[in-house]
């Protein structure tokens, strides 16, 4: 099921509280402010409520925000990137079933480089390899970059581990956690999974029409579900505390920019460089791989210049890892 996209009145309701933040603010002003009922102000703060937003209901007097929400809709992420080209244009739903679809579809009708999709919740996030992604309402960030950038096609899987190079640098300066990607991009905390990421594009043989980043944050999940708790864990179970959904994405579509733009001028090469420093998994780690139906183990041996992955199989072959996945083998 897909539900619309938020309201822009309900963007401008978020943003007229945040605005307002130490006062009560009447409802037949909010009405009036905003373009809508007193009724539906009301039905918004409960929708609102439900997500976990603050909001003190005064009798007779109004609303006030009883702390910062932590929603991520487009002003409040906007006002975080003043001058971005990656999130100028940010897209909120409380519920989609995923935002890589979205993405994909509103790419298909020109939209711009540098749009976000983001979802307070998905219906049916999509993972790597045909999986789910599990995506809590309002405990994870779920959102998905249109990008368009100037290459072939076959040169597309760098972006891949760009995004994972982002989203390591965006946990740690965010939270202070610092993870290990596991090739191609899979963020890990105390060696359990906290973000993923799904690289989907639309593209003809030789051209490439638009690249869709689909990143998966679990920020302040409380607990994990039973089948996912050996393998995954979320930012707040590791570190303790609650975190901002909101700084930490704020923080990866600047990281995303950056090194959009370090890729535009360096080339692959300091893209590999800087995943190679950022990832465990890089070089001299045993690992056992599954690629195309084939299984075998091995020691890693860097990144060639795609950014595909050089193992040394016990066999003594060496493998090109472009697709697939590998786990650390102990
Ligand atoms: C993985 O399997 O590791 C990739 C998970 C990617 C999940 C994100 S959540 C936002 C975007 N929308 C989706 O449907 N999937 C990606």
């Given at each position: 099921?897909t539900?619309?996209p938020?309201?822009?009145?309900?963007?401008?309701?978020?943003?007229?509280?945040?605005?307002?933040?130490?006062?009560?603010?009447?409802?037949?002003?909010?009405?009036?402010?905003?373009?809508?009922?007193?009724?539906?102000?009301?039905?918004?703060?409960?929708?609102l409520?439900?997500?976990?937003?603050?909001?003190?209901?005064?009798?007779?007097?109004?609303?006030q925000?009883?702390?910062?929400?932590?929603?991520?809709?487009?002003?409040l992420?906007?006002?975080?990137?003043p001058?971005?080209?990656?999130?100028?244009?940010?897209?909120?739903?409380?519920?989609?079933?995923?935002?890589?679809?979205?993405?994909?579809?509103?790419?298909?009708?020109?939209?711009?480089?540098?749009?976000?999709?983001?979802?307070?919740?998905?219906?049916?996030?999509?993972?790597?390899?045909?999986?789910?992604?599990?995506?809590?309402?309002?405990?994870?960030?779920?959102?998905?970059?249109?990008?368009?950038?100037?290459?072939?096609?076959?040169?597309?899987?760098?972006?891949?581990?760009?995004?994972?190079?982002?989203?390591?640098?965006?946990?740690?300066?965010?939270?202070?956690?610092?993870?290990?990607?596991?090739?191609?991009?899979?963020?890990?905390?105390?060696?359990?999974?906290v973000?993923?990421?799904?690289?989907?594009?639309?593209?003809?043989?030789?051209?490439?029409?638009?690249?869709?980043?689909?990143?998966?944050?679990?920020?302040?999940?409380?607990?994990?579900?039973?089948?996912?708790?050996?393998?995954?864990?979320?930012?707040?179970?590791?570190?303790?505390?609650?975190?901002?959904?909101?700084?930490?994405?704020?923080?990866?579509?600047?990281?995303?920019?950056?090194?959009?733009?370090?890729?535009?001028?360096?080339?692959?090469?300091?893209?590999?460089?800087?995943?190679?420093?950022?990832?465990?998994?890089?070089?001299?780690?045993?690992?056992?791989?599954?690629?195309?139906?084939?299984?075998?183990?091995?020691?890693?041996?860097?990144?060639?210049?795609?950014?595909?992955?050089?193992?040394?199989?016990?066999?003594?072959?060496?493998?090109?890892?472009v697709?697939?996945?590998?786990?650390?083998?102990?």
């Open positions: 099921m539900i619309g938020t309201d822009h009145k309900i963007d401008r309701l978020v943003h007229l509280l945040v605005r307002n933040a130490t006062v009560v603010v009447p409802g037949p002003k909010i009405a009036s402010e905003i373009g809508v009922s007193r009724s539906t102000v009301w039905e918004w703060i409960e929708k409520r439900e997500l976990g937003v603050a909001i003190k209901g005064h009798p007779r007097h109004g609303y925000l009883e702390k910062l929400p932590d929603v991520l809709v487009p002003s992420v906007r006002a975080e990137l001058n971005a080209e990656i999130g100028h244009k940010v897209i909120h739903y409380f519920r989609t079933e995923s935002t890589n679809r979205v993405a994909l579809e509103l790419g298909a009708q020109a939209a711009p480089h540098g749009t976000v999709i983001v979802a307070e919740e998905q219906t049916a996030g999509r993972g790597r390899l045909g999986r789910c992604w599990y995506s809590e309402k309002s405990s994870g960030i779920y959102a998905s970059i249109v990008l368009r950038p100037p290459m072939p096609p076959a040169a597309a899987p760098i972006l891949t581990l760009l995004a994972g190079v982002a989203a390591h640098d965006a946990v740690r300066s965010a939270t202070g956690l610092s993870g290990d990607i596991r090739w191609p991009n899979d963020l890990l905390v105390n060696g359990k999974k973000c993923g990421i799904l690289t989907e594009m639309k593209a003809e043989v030789d051209r490439l029409h638009m690249i869709v980043l689909g990143i998966g944050i679990n920020v302040n999940h409380t607990s994990m579900p039973d089948e996912l708790r050996e393998i995954a864990t979320s930012l707040a179970l590791e570190g303790g505390r609650h975190y901002s959904r909101l700084q930490i994405l704020a923080e990866l579509l600047r990281d995303v920019e950056r090194y959009y733009h370090m890729h535009l001028n360096e080339g692959n090469a300091a893209i590999v460089r800087e995943w190679s420093a950022a990832s465990s998994y890089a070089d001299g780690k045993r690992v056992q791989l599954k690629a195309g139906g084939c299984e075998a183990s091995g020691i890693t041996e860097g990144l060639d210049a795609s950014g595909a992955l050089k193992i040394r199989r016990d066999d003594g072959r060496q493998e090109l890892l697709a697939g996945e590998i786990t650390e083998l102990r």
